[in-house]
């Protein structure tokens, strides 16, 4: 729970000596409170008082890191649960299931596929984060352990098993990879938690009910284990949907900090109809799922996906921008056509892309928009036959010979004030969607116009 | 110490709107929580699905939606397959053709069409507009007039036309009001505001306070969602507790990823259809999870999944 500025100036050793900036400890103590100085800033506060203020004034969800290296994720330390109130700071991963219960060449088939989704949006890279590895039925230790390491050699690992041989195994196998061990229950935690601790990996525990996994987790923080990710599926969709959303709240709205880990939501148990999939990790990426458990991640779900994603964790103040300016495309010159669009991110990166793809050398005119998109900013009044014609005077005209100039379609309405304010330049409407850009283009070229 | 379970409940409801008549009616809203919580409240009569049909006919439409309609010859006809869906609510007739840039067709045949699909369903009837502001002031409000008795919920009415096409549906005609506003929470509460000033009930009102497809801006249509649902729960604010409807496949079907036919597409993206399902499932399951009480969908897989979701979850 949080304190108030007096139940910190307690603590303090009320000397007001300033030493750390503020006129008295008092006000020392409510700058405390409201996040803006930390305890450590003070000198003289004795042992006692730090252990109790550090852990009152920790973050409410702890901050979680598993795999190592360029695989490294960092999961949870989320502080609010709606993104106007902040920015989402550590974006939910997706993990592809693989099962021991699977035969051997349905698991390389697998682990071959999951690289196979990696692309660029917006310079984020797009790809599935790590695999999950369910222990099936009938597996021994041996085999567990041996497709655990085939699997963590692709991506980290999520170890789902329950199985304490087993663990121990994969561990041994897989340990430096930094995996989860998502295991432990209310039956098994003390022995799933020295095996996670031993191990030094992160410990997924979960429970048939919000009440069973409290319990656990607090038994768990009993034995100084607080390296956990909370494992939130439920037996059905609408248990594991409420799991997801109490636990969070509870943590970020409630203060309670038992509740206070990243979560796991493995959908893949949740259905085998790969729709139903689909939309619900959709579901668990806005509500609360730090890792989503799916059984195939292909392009068709992936796409809309990590869209969500990306227009989720983004930051809600401010718009993505690039610079205003000439950008020659496919190795454009100054006889190349131009083309002109906004300053938004998103807008740049999907026309630039279809752009290249057309391999029609060209010039791509960005102009300043305010950062929105086409039709935002047309509506804004930010995009407009004047300022659009004012920056091709002032800095393309001197620099460009070619004069045809290629607008979006969406703003078609402005051909005509354009073609009035840019005398000598031939105006032409494009297709609404970038999409459509490769055709046109080419159908341009084919034709002698450009 | 176990879980203290604090509960999270609001005095304050989403308005309950009823569209349709006889048995197939349905409410919109109800609920006097977060979506989906029913752990928290009520959720209302839960979200509901609209099946989108257009003016234009089948032929731009993907495989799969022309496959369901196959056979279907008349707008009416298809209409009426479209009620049938499997996990549809109601039948979103989108007067798409009367767009001056596009078809341009006249209002009196769009009121024709709106006639012969009104009169092939006993479903819930839903109208929306082409878009263009002029066109759809004058359209929208004939078709209130001509659909009278029906207790059609009639779209895009926005600040540049609110006023025809609200004293047309919501005041001479009875009909329920779609007031659409540009992701944005105060703009949809203006609306909400002036429209009542108008005369029209505030039970009459839906709101489409603005879509997009995921990864295409959608990050403010979460936002208004949230707030929207806040201020109208939390804070009890009157203006801002219609229920809300989203037009999904409008957005989603036309984005790169629904539209780039497998040999034109990026490598390993697949079949077109496929990413065009998706991109509709997850827009809508977005939506429906941030605040949505009614999403408009087309293809019947799309339809399928989504009204299992909503089955497992209310
Ligand atoms: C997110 C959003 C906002 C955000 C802005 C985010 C941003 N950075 O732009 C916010 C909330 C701030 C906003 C505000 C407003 N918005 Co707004 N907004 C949207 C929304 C939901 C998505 C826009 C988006 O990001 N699109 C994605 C980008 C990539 O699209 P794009 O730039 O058009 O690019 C595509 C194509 O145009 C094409 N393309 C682009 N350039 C080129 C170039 C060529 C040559 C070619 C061929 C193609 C091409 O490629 C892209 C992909 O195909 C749309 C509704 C919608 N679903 O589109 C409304 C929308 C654009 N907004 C609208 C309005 C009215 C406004 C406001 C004026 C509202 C108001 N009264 O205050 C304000 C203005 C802002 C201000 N005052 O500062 C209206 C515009 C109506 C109209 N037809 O004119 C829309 C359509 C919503 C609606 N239905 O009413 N908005
Ligand atoms: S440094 Fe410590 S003791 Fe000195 S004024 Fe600040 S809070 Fe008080």
New interface residues.
Partial sequence: MALSGIQIFKLTPKKNCKECGCPTCMAFSMKVAQGAKQISECPHMSAEALEQLSEATAPPMKTIKVGTGDNEHTLGGETVL???EKTFVNKTVYAANICTCMDDAEIDAKLAQVP??D?D?INERMYTEMINVNFGKDTTPERFAEVAKKAAAVRPIILSVKDEAAAKAALDAVKDTKPVLDGADASNYETFSKLATDAGVVLGVGGAS??EL??TV?KLEKLGNKNLILDVTMD???AT??AA??IR??AL??G?R??GYPSIVKVNKLTD?R??Q??????FT??YGSIVVVDTM????A??????R???F?D?QKPMKVAPGIYPINGADENSVCLTTVDFA?TYF?VSG?LERSGVPCNLIISDAGGL?VL?SW?AGKLSATSISKYVQENVEGKIKNRTLIIPGKV?VLKGDLENKLPGWKIVVAP????QL?KFLKDMKANGEI | ??????A?KFNASINEVEIGTGDKAIKLGGENTFP????DGSLGSGPKIGVEITDLGLDAEPEGVKAYYAGCNTIGEIAKKAAEMPGGDFVVLRLAGGDP?GANKSVDDLVAVAKEVADAIDTPLVVEGCKNVEKDADLLAKVAGALQGKNILVMSAKEENYKAIGAAAGLAYGQKVGAES?VDINLAKQLNVVMTQLGVPASSIVMNTGSA???????YT??TF??VR?AALGQDDKMLQMPIITPVASE?W????S??AEE?A?E????VE??G???E??????CL??GSDAVILKHP??V???S??IR??V
Wanted: glycine content about 4%.
């Fill in positions: 709606y993104r106007h196979s989704v692309y949006r919000i009440d409290y319990d607090q059905s969709i609408k949907f409420e959303v109490v709240r509870a709205a409630d309670d038992s509740f109809d729709e139903l689909q939309s619900l990790v959709a579901l806005l509500k292909d392009y068709a779900m796409l809309p996906l990590y869209g969500l990306q227009n989720l983004t809600p998103l999907l279809e998109s935002t509506a078609a609404l969607e970038a999409v490769v | 110490m176990p879980f203290n379970r604090k999270h989906f919580y029913s752990f840039n540009a497809a995921v990864g295409y801006g959608f990050d979460i936002s949230d707030r806040a989603t036309a984005v790169k990823e539209t780039a034109d990026d390993g993206w697949g079949p496929a990413r399902i998706s991109m499932v997850q827009t809508a399951t977005a999870v941030s897989e799309s399928k999944t989504i299992r979701l497992e979850l």
